[in-house]
């Protein structure tokens, strides 16, 4: 069964770097999506990105944080400078390009843990 | 914005038991789906319901979107079944799914 697959699984930075990290949606959904979830708490919304331009975007996601489509496949989330309240599991979700309402069901990958020293 | 409540939040039942899990929103929505957050961090999308009844082995889900509820149900529970489930839901002309903060359940041998 076709997957989001995320890298790396783990990263691991110091407070004021720069992280990237990646994800490969299922290969014909066309929207993209990412979210994190603090440790213990309810998963997030963070953006949404369809036809190579963001298309809703939380509070959450500041001047910070920034997302691309660099390829056909890859999909990434950029965190300028990082915080330590940064520090989450960050997930990535792609759909199907829909046609009918049975095909916004969301699919999501095993997600990055990010840990800010 | 929309509030979306589960209930319980804690939930311990042994191997074999059935249970409920429910799902309350505040308002109207598109959709809801039910996702199954395992050990290891992963979410298992479990179903897409944004009305009606769905079943899945011994799983299924009902969602009466007039009333602004869904059940999701377990049944002859097994210990990999533990984890948090948490239910999300899509509101009209948005993007992002909103999640519910979840019920986390732990089966017992």
């Known amino acids: 069964e076709p997957e989001v697959t995320q890298t790396p699984s783990h990263q691991v930075t110091q407070m004021g770097q720069e992280v990237i990290l990646r994800c490969v949606p299922i290969?014909?959904?066309?929207?993209f999506y990412w979210y994190r979830q603090i440790l213990g708490q309810k998963v997030e919304f963070l953006v949404s990105?369809?036809?190579?331009?963001?298309?809703?975007k939380s509070e959450i996601f500041d001047d910070q944080f920034s997302v691309e489509r660099p390829d056909g496949s890859n999909f990434t989330l950029k965190i300028r400078s990082t915080k330590l309240e940064d520090s989450a599991m960050y997930f990535c979700?792609?759909?199907?390009?829909?046609?009918?309402?049975?095909?916004?069901?969301?699919?999501f990958g095993s997600g990055t843990q990010l840990s800010v020293l | 914005g929309i509030q979306v409540e589960q209930s319980p939040p804690d939930l311990i039942l042994q191997e074999g038991a059935n249970s409920t899990l429910r799902c309350n929103f505040s308002?109207?929505?598109?959709?809801l789906q039910w996702f199954h957050q395992n050990p290891w961090g992963q979410l298992i999308n479990l179903f897409y319901?944004?009305?009606g009844t769905k079943q899945n082995g011994r799983l299924s889900a009902t969602t009466v979107a007039t009333e602004r509820y869904s059940l999701l149900y377990i049944s002859s529970s097994q210990t990999t079944d533990s984890g948090v489930y948490f239910c999300?839901?899509?509101?009209?002309?948005?993007?992002?799914?909103?999640f519910g903060s979840g019920t986390r359940l732990q089966v017992q041998p």
């Open positions: 308002d109207s929505v598109n959709n």
């Open positions: 990105f369809y036809n190579n331009e963001i298309s809703e």
């Open positions: 999300a839901v899509h509101i009209p002309g948005r993007r992002a799914l909103t």
């Open positions: 979700a792609s759909r199907d390009p829909g046609g009918d309402a049975t095909n916004e069901k969301l699919f």
């Open positions: 319901i944004p009305s």
């Open positions: 290969s014909n959904h066309l929207y």
